[in-house]
């Protein structure tokens, strides 16, 4: 295997995410090839056999292989960064996802990752001027959060219905008009991506592959129906102290809880320790830069001893965690280490 870095400043970031198979087929979607992807995110992806959209998938790759420039203004997929460089349009992303979202005239549905790029969410207020039903749909982020949360609030604002889905995280970079046509791949809804990444996306009808169109919003609405309709990182800490059972309920919320520790677990790169058996049942996690501040030797000292943890309680790939900072986060109750 050879592996090459682009020329310097070529791109800020190589964001595409496809595989060309013996030039024949080719996979294009959301996820990069993490576990996480794979077992924590909402990921999309799609499996191309058309020889010309494989075959340009290929060009592109040859071309950014060996530094070269290609016109892509009229790709038969949308490509990014959106830009003239040296008199050479180099992507077709933004003024395709402008037209979609232009061309709009019943409603947009978006399942994104990030709301950032002024241009992308004026044209979404425009259309919901103009009687367009937009849903936005994201995972809970923080207070302060600029890249999904601010553009999903101010779009919330302006009439658009936003809501918020705990797990899987939401990874995808999707957009569906009128329920009839699609933008599905590595782009994401900020400056940056759109300008400056290089980025692969496919846009297609649910009349060219309907199956696969069906598959699409069939997840999509399971999405929005399990989602919630407010971001609950934003809601106050919990008061007092809750048993360890009870930390679902409070999921996004900063709250102490109480309990004793039954398992621990050291992978190398994670340590936890665990409430109880369930994959639903809360555990605590510890990252290795923080290994020496706890109590040696760590974790097993904490195994058995009734505790008292602090923090946000969130959701990953199916278990409810607390993320242990320093010890300050962690008061053992029965005189353990």
């Given amino acids: 295997m050879e592996v090459r870095l682009t020329t310097p400043f070529r791109f800020v970031f190589v964001h595409e995410k496809s595989v060309v198979v013996d030039r024949k087929r080719a996979w294009v979607g959301t996820m990069n090839l993490t576990?996480?992807?794979?077992?924590?995110?909402?990921?999309?992806?799609?499996?191309?056999?058309?020889?010309?959209?494989?075959?340009?998938?290929?060009?592109?790759?040859?071309?950014?292989?060996?530094?070269?420039?290609?016109?892509?203004?009229?790709?038969?997929l949308v490509w990014a960064p959106s830009r003239v460089?040296?008199?050479v349009k180099e992507g077709n992303a933004r003024e395709t996802l402008l037209a979609l979202i232009r061309g709009a005239q019943r409603e947009l549905f978006l399942e994104h990752q990030a709301m950032a790029d002024p241009e992308v969410e004026a044209a979404l207020k425009e259309a919901l001027g103009r009687g367009v039903r937009v849903r936005l749909l994201g995972s809970p982020k923080e207070p302060g959060d600029t890249y999904f949360l601010a553009g999903a609030l101010r779009l919330k604002e302006a009439g658009a219905l936003v809501r918020f889905l705990p797990d899987p995280y939401v990874h995808a970079k999707v957009l569906v008009r009128d329920g009839e046509e699609a933008l599905l791949g590595s782009l994401n809804l900020s400056a940056n991506s759109i300008q400056a990444n290089r980025e692969l996306a496919v846009r297609f009808t649910a009349r060219e592959a309907p199956e696969a169109f069906r598959r699409l919003l069939s997840v999509m609405e399971g999405d929005w129906e399990k989602a919630l309709p407010e971001n609950p990182f934003a809601l106050p800490p919990v008061e007092g102290v809750i048993p360890w059972q009870e930390a679902p309920r409070y999921f996004g919320r900063v709250a102490t809880v109480e309990g004793v520790i039954q398992a621990v677990e050291d992978r190398g790169t994670v340590a936890f320790l665990k409430f109880g058996p369930g994959e639903s049942d809360l555990r605590l996690v510890v990252f290795p830069r923080s290994y020496g501040l706890f109590a040696q030797p760590f974790p097993q000292s904490y195994l058995g001893k009734k505790v008292r943890a602090r923090g946000r309680i969130v959701l990953y790939a199916g278990y409810y965690e607390i993320v242990l900072e320093g010890p300050e986060n962690l008061e053992v109750l029965d005189g353990g280490p």
């Fill in 85 to 87: 460089l040296g008199g």
């Fill in 35 to 76: 576990g996480s992807s794979f077992a924590a995110n909402r990921e999309y992806a799609l499996i191309l056999d058309d020889p010309a959209q494989v075959a340009e998938i290929a060009k592109v790759f040859e071309a950014d292989w060996e530094g070269e420039k290609l016109d892509l203004s009229q790709a038969l």
